[in-house]
């Protein structure tokens, strides 16, 4: 984990990493005051998302901030690889579509978890994918 003033950065290289992103999204979310169901809404999807980057890309980096540029609280994470990026993101966010052995919920059930969600993505080049809780 590295800090900056305004992001913390993990490096998502290894299946030990996801840990490493639960916690960080785990701790920021304690933190900044979120009811434990929405502090396991936000670790749930940065698990999803640590593990899709793990999987599919081999390696990336999250990086977390706690309050958007005009200042409005919340926990946003933002998930970015050099991967093989998703073909068709409409058949992806579609529920149970999946590319491997898993159970087609990912990104559906994370966009379902988040309040926002963010997805860029080109093919042969990685993805982007901002996800935000804010704080009521």
């Given at each position: 984990?590295?800090?900056?003033?305004?992001?913390?950065?993990?490096?998502?290289?290894?299946?030990?990493?996801?840990?490493?992103?639960?916690?960080?999204?785990?701790?920021?979310?304690?933190?900044?005051?979120?009811?434990?169901?929405?502090?396991?809404?936000?670790?749930?999807?940065?698990?999803?998302?640590?593990?899709?980057?793990?999987?599919?890309?081999?390696?990336?980096?999250?990086?977390?901030?706690?309050?958007?540029?005009?200042?409005?609280?919340?926990?946003?994470?933002?998930?970015?690889?050099?991967?093989?990026?998703?073909?068709?993101v409409d058949?992806?966010?579609?529920?149970?579509?999946?590319?491997?052995?898993?159970?087609?919920?990912?990104?559906?059930?994370?966009?379902r978890l988040?309040?926002?969600?963010?997805?860029?993505?080109?093919?042969?080049?990685?993805?982007?994918?901002?996800?935000?809780?804010?704080?009521?």
């Amino acid at each position: 984990m590295k800090r900056s003033d305004e992001y913390t950065f993990v490096k998502i290289e290894a299946e030990s990493d996801i840990v490493s992103v639960r916690k960080l999204a785990r701790i920021a979310a304690q933190e900044m005051g979120f009811s434990v169901t929405d502090v396991t809404r936000v670790v749930t999807a940065a698990s999803e998302l640590a593990r899709n980057i793990y999987k599919f890309a081999s390696n990336g980096i999250m990086s977390l901030a706690k309050e958007d540029p005009s200042g409005k609280k919340g926990v946003i994470l933002v998930f970015e690889d050099n991967g093989p990026g998703i073909l068709d993101v409409d058949q992806a966010m579609q529920p149970n579509y999946t590319t491997g052995d898993g159970l087609g919920l990912g990104l559906p059930g994370t966009k379902r978890l988040m309040d926002e969600m963010d997805i860029k993505t080109e093919p042969g080049k990685g993805t982007k994918i901002t996800i935000i809780k804010w704080l009521k």
